[in-house]
């Protein structure tokens, strides 16, 4: 049995993201009592405080899968020195209306690749700032910022490079006590 749910967001809408393979390659590196569930955000219309009252549909099931998880796993490209705007969309609808915040208490953790050399640091610290005032505990270190490029990823999905896979099964062990720790 699955003991803790987490819900992953990929702060990217592209069908072929690296963000999203980053994402389904890490979650294998989980052990059995974790199960991972990509909740989408791009059906999210963009927020607008006058809707709190009537939140749409795709809103109210985005804020329960984040209520009923566990923890929170955040992927993330970098756009422009800063997280993508849908991401941050979705950290609005999920934290509004006021009072009902389905962030609050989730533990984080937050990685992301990049094709550039800055990889996505600039998104992370941002997000970071924004968990922060979420009251989502997010994982300071390990930090994993990757450089995705051709080879990165093997023919199952999974990453090719044994370096780099050690690097981030050590991520997934120090999140999964992360979790374990804070999870409520």
Not at 11 to 22: E, Q, V
Request: a positive charge; proline letters at 4%; aromatic letters at 8%.
């Amino acid at each position: 049995m699955n003991q803790y749910q987490i819900c992953v967001v990929v702060g990217s809408l592209r069908k072929d993201s690296n963000n999203r393979k980053l994402a389904n390659a890490v979650i294998k590196l989980a052990p059995a009592d974790f199960s991972f569930k990509l909740v989408q955000i791009g059906d999210l219309p963009l927020y607008n405080q006058d809707d709190d009252g009537n939140q749409a549909d795709t809103v109210k099931r985005f804020k329960d899968e984040i209520v009923a998880s566990k923890g929170l796993l955040f992927v993330t490209p970098e756009y422009n020195r800063s997280m993508p705007g849908v991401l941050k969309n979705a950290l609005d609808h999920g934290s509004r209306p006021y009072g009902k915040n389905s962030w609050s208490g989730k533990p984080a953790g937050i990685m992301g690749s990049s094709v550039g050399l800055i990889r996505s640091a600039a998104a992370q610290q941002h997000l970071r700032n924004v968990l922060a005032y979420l009251n989502a505990p997010t994982m300071a270190q390990p930090e994993v910022f990757l450089q995705i490029t051709d080879g990165f990823f093997d023919a199952t999905g999974g990453i090719a490079d044994a370096t780099t896979k050690k690097l981030l099964q050590g991520w997934m062990d120090s999140y999964v006590a992360w979790v374990k720790k804070l999870a409520q």
